[in-house]
């Protein structure tokens, strides 16, 4: 098992279970587990290059958490979103740029992004990049005013 395999699983199997779960796109109550590789993502918007998994809680409300895939090479435009949110790298080397500052994360890095203020994300590639992301509130994307 490699090291990313490994660690979703590792992630999977200790997160908080006692909150909401998704299971095939119901709200299930009660304890989840779940093995890597039975981890659905989905693109996040139609014809988006990047793909979600659901983990638990509601997107729309907060709080949730989910899995966030990039693929290799993957650079996202300037964005914000309303509520700070925590993201830690499963996989790949997750770039993740703040006004002048950029940082390469590879796995096990950890970021606090504060809600309203202006980022961007990439995947150094050739490999795919993971990130675990959990929101206390509501999971918008708000595309920065000089992307238009």
């Not at 660690?7 to 779940?34: K, Q, W």
């Not at 509130?137 to 920065?144: M, S, V």
């Amino acid at each position: 098992m490699n090291i990313a395999t490994h660690s979703i699983a590792l992630l999977a199997a200790v997160l908080p279970l006692h909150m909401t779960a998704y299971a095939a796109d119901n709200l299930t109550p009660g304890t989840v587990m779940m093995t890597a590789d039975a981890i659905t993502f989905v693109p996040q918007a139609p014809g988006s290059a990047v793909q979600v998994a659901k983990l638990w809680g509601n997107r729309d409300t907060g709080p949730y958490a989910m899995l966030l895939k990039f693929p290799g090479g993957y650079a996202g435009r300037d964005h914000s979103h309303t509520a700070d949110y925590n993201g830690i790298t499963i996989k790949g080397i997750w770039i993740h740029t703040v006004g002048n500052e950029k940082k390469e994360l590879p796995v096990g890095s950890y970021v606090r992004q504060v809600g309203k203020e202006i980022h961007s994300d990439a995947c150094k590639g050739p490999e795919e990049c993971i990130v675990l992301v959990h929101q206390d509130g509501r999971g918008d994307y708000i595309p920065a005013a000089h992307n238009h």
